[in-house]
C-alpha cells in the first residue's frame, strides 16, 4: 500500500469517526443508556463462555451478569484465568468509564440547556424593553451597564440570537444584573424574528457586530438596520444604535436607518490623540462612561417647562444653586434637532425651546419637576 493510499485510509477513518460522533446526540440519555446495556450483556455471556469450568465468578450466567455489572461501575473484583477473558475485561472497562463520563457530560447538559431554554422565548409581551441583536462576550457588559445598581427605570433586555447555545449568561442568583433578561432564538436579519421580539415596541434597538462575519460584519449590521426600520416603519420608531467596525461605513448604517453609529476604533483613536495631548484624558473619558454608583454619567433630559424661553446662562444657575445635594448637577450643552451645542457661548443658544434637550453632569438621573425657576433680575 502507496503512502498515499494509508492517508486516504486515515483521512477516511477520521471522517468517519466524526460522522459518527456528530450522530451522537449528546442530549440523548437513551442511548447511552441503550449502549451500556448491550456491552453489559454481550460481554456477560463472552465471558462465560471463555470463563467456565476455570473461573467460578464467570461460571453462570447469573455469577458473570452480576460481576460485569460491578465492573463496568466500580471496577474489577474478579480477574479473568483466559487470556480471551482478560481482554474482554480490558474492554469492558474501558468501555465503562468512557460511557459513564459520556453519561455525566449528557446530564450536565441537558440541565445547562433547560437553564438557557428557561430564558428563551418564543412569544414575547412587552414594550419600553431593550433588545440586542447578535451576540458575543461583550453583551455581558453591556447587560451589567445597562441594568446597573444606579439606573432606576431598569428595563427588560432581550437578546435575538440563532444559537442560543452561545449566549451563556450568569445565573440570576449570583448576578442581578441578569434577572430580566429573555434570549429569542433566529437571525435578527429576519423580520419574522424581529417582530417575534416585540421590536415595534423597544425603548431601544443595539446591533453588535457579529464577530462571525469576518470582514463582512458591517455588511450584515446594515442588514439588521434595514430590517428593523421596516418593521417599526408604521409603529413607533426605537432608537438603533450600531456598532461599526470600519469607520468608512457610517454614512451607510445612517442611510439603512441607524440613529447612533458606535465605531470603537473611531472612539479609540481620538482618544488616544487627546491623551497624548492631555495626559491623563483617559481617567476623565472612563469615568464619564462607566455607569457606577460613584460615577458622574452624562444624561440627555427634555428642557423643563419652568426654563423655557430662558437663556443658557440662566438655566445653568437653576442647576448651580444647590451644590450640597447628592444629586448635584452642571448644565453642559443641549441638543436642538440635529445640533449639538456644548459649553454655548455669547447668545449662540439663544432661549430654551420646547423640544430642546439639555446635556447634564451629574451622579445620578435629577428629579427636574423640584426645580425652581430663576428669578426676574428687575
Same mark, same amino acid.
Given at each position: 500500500?502507496?503512502?498515499?493510499?494509508?492517508?486516504?485510509?486515515?483521512?477516511?477513518?477520521?471522517?468517519?469517526?466524526?460522522?459518527?460522533?456528530?450522530?451522537?446526540?449528546?442530549?440523548?440519555?437513551?442511548?447511552?443508556?441503550?449502549?451500556?446495556?448491550?456491552?453489559?450483556?454481550?460481554?456477560?455471556?463472552? +465471558?462465560?463462555? /471463555?470463563?467456565?469450568?476455570?473461573?467460578?465468578?464467570?461460571?453462570?450466567?447469573?455469577?458473570?451478569?452480576?460481576?460485569?455489572?460491578?465492573?463496568?461501575?466500580?471496577?474489577?473484583?474478579?480477574?479473568?484465568?483466559?487470556?480471551?477473558?482478560?481482554?474482554?475485561?480490558?474492554?469492558?472497562?474501558?468501555?465503562?468509564? =468512557?460511557? /459513564?463520563?459520556?453519561?455525566?457530560?449528557?446530564? &450536565?447538559?441537558?440541565?445547562?440547556? $433547560? @437553564?438557557? $431554554?428557561?430564558?428563551?422565548?418564543?412569544? +414575547?409581551?412587552?414594550?419600553?424593553?431593550?433588545?440586542?441583536?447578535?451576540?458575543?462576550?461583550?453583551?455581558?457588559?453591556?447587560?451589567?451597564?445597562?441594568?446597573?445598581?444606579?439606573?432606576?427605570?431598569?428595563?427588560?433586555?432581550?437578546?435575538?440570537?440563532?444559537?442560543?447555545?452561545?449566549?451563556?449568561?450568569?445565573?440570576?442568583?449570583?448576578?442581578?444584573?441578569?434577572?430580566?433578561?429573555?434570549?429569542?432564538?433566529?437571525?435578527?436579519?429576519?423580520?419574522?424574528?424581529?417582530?417575534? &421580539?416585540?421590536? @415595534?415596541?423597544?425603548?431601544?434597538?443595539?446591533?453588535?457586530?457579529?464577530?462571525?462575519?469576518?470582514?463582512?460584519?458591517?455588511?450584515?449590521?446594515?442588514?439588521?438596520?434595514?430590517? =428593523?426600520?421596516?418593521?417599526?416603519?408604521?409603529?413607533?420608531?426605537?432608537?438603533?444604535?450600531?456598532?461599526?467596525?470600519?469607520?468608512?461605513?457610517?454614512?451607510?448604517?445612517?442611510? &439603512?436607518?441607524?440613529?447612533?453609529?458606535?465605531?470603537?476604533?473611531?472612539?479609540?483613536?481620538?482618544?488616544?490623540?487627546?491623551?497624548?495631548?492631555?495626559?491623563?484624558?483617559?481617567?476623565?473619558?472612563?469615568?464619564?462612561? %462607566?455607569?457606577?454608583?460613584?460615577?458622574?454619567?452624562?444624561?440627555?433630559?427634555?428642557?423643563?417647562?419652568? +426654563?423655557?424661553?430662558?437663556?443658557?446662562?440662566?438655566?445653568?444657575?437653576?442647576? +448651580?444653586?444647590?451644590? &450640597?445635594?447628592?444629586?448635584?448637577?452642571?448644565?453642559?450643552?443641549?441638543?436642538?434637532?440635529?445640533?449639538?451645542?456644548?459649553?454655548?457661548?455669547?447668545?449662540?443658544?439663544?432661549?430654551?425651546?420646547?423640544?430642546?434637550?439639555?446635556?447634564?453632569?451629574?451622579?445620578?438621573?435629577?428629579?427636574?419637576?423640584?426645580? %425652581?425657576?430663576?428669578?426676574?433680575?428687575?
Amino acid at each position: 500500500m502507496s503512502e498515499r493510499d494509508r492517508s486516504r485510509l486515515k483521512q477516511s477513518w477520521r471522517d468517519s469517526l466524526l460522522v459518527v460522533l456528530s450522530a451522537w446526540n449528546r442530549n440523548q440519555v437513551w442511548k447511552i443508556l441503550t449502549s451500556i446495556v448491550v456491552i453489559w450483556l454481550l460481554s456477560s455471556v463472552a +465471558l462465560h463462555f /471463555a470463563e467456565r469450568g476455570s473461573n467460578p465468578a464467570f461460571e453462570t450466567l447469573r455469577e458473570s451478569f452480576w460481576n460485569v455489572w460491578v465492573t463496568l461501575f466500580s471496577g474489577m473484583n474478579n480477574a479473568p484465568e483466559t487470556v480471551a477473558g482478560r481482554f474482554i475485561i480490558s474492554a469492558v472497562l474501558v468501555f465503562g468509564v =468512557a460511557l /459513564a463520563g459520556l453519561f455525566t457530560a449528557s446530564v &450536565a447538559s441537558i440541565l445547562i440547556e $433547560r @437553564s438557557l $431554554r428557561s430564558r428563551e422565548v418564543s412569544n +414575547l409581551e412587552m414594550s419600553g424593553h431593550l433588545v440586542l441583536c447578535n451576540w458575543s462576550e461583550r453583551g455581558l457588559e453591556w447587560v451589567r451597564e445597562v441594568h446597573s445598581s444606579i439606573v432606576k427605570d431598569k428595563r427588560p433586555v432581550v437578546i435575538i440570537h440563532d444559537t442560543p447555545d452561545d449566549v451563556v449568561l450568569p445565573d440570576k442568583q449570583d448576578d442581578a444584573a441578569f434577572n430580566d433578561v429573555y434570549i429569542v432564538k433566529g437571525d435578527p436579519a429576519n423580520e419574522v424574528i424581529l417582530r417575534r &421580539a416585540k421590536v @415595534s415596541q423597544a425603548h431601544a434597538v443595539v446591533i453588535l457586530s457579529d464577530d462571525r462575519q469576518g470582514q463582512h460584519a458591517d455588511g450584515k449590521t446594515i442588514v439588521c438596520c434595514i430590517a =428593523a426600520k421596516n418593521v417599526c416603519r408604521a409603529d413607533h420608531q426605537p432608537n438603533i444604535v450600531v456598532e461599526c467596525q470600519d469607520p468608512k461605513y457610517r454614512s451607510h448604517m445612517r442611510k &439603512a436607518g441607524a440613529d447612533e453609529v458606535i465605531s470603537a476604533a473611531d472612539f479609540g483613536l481620538r482618544l488616544m490623540a487627546r491623551a497624548a495631548l492631555f495626559h491623563g484624558m483617559t481617567r476623565v473619558y472612563q469615568e464619564l462612561l %462607566t455607569v457606577g454608583r460613584d460615577a458622574n454619567e452624562m444624561y440627555l433630559v427634555p428642557v423643563p417647562e419652568q +426654563l423655557l424661553g430662558q437663556d443658557f446662562v440662566a438655566a445653568a444657575n437653576v442647576f +448651580l444653586q444647590d451644590r &450640597a445635594n447628592a444629586k448635584a448637577s452642571l448644565l453642559i450643552g443641549l441638543y436642538r434637532g440635529e445640533k449639538m451645542m456644548l459649553n454655548p457661548v455669547g447668545g449662540e443658544a439663544g432661549p430654551l425651546r420646547e423640544g430642546d434637550e439639555l446635556i447634564l453632569l451629574s451622579p445620578a438621573l435629577p428629579d427636574l419637576t423640584q426645580l %425652581t425657576a430663576p428669578r426676574d433680575p428687575s
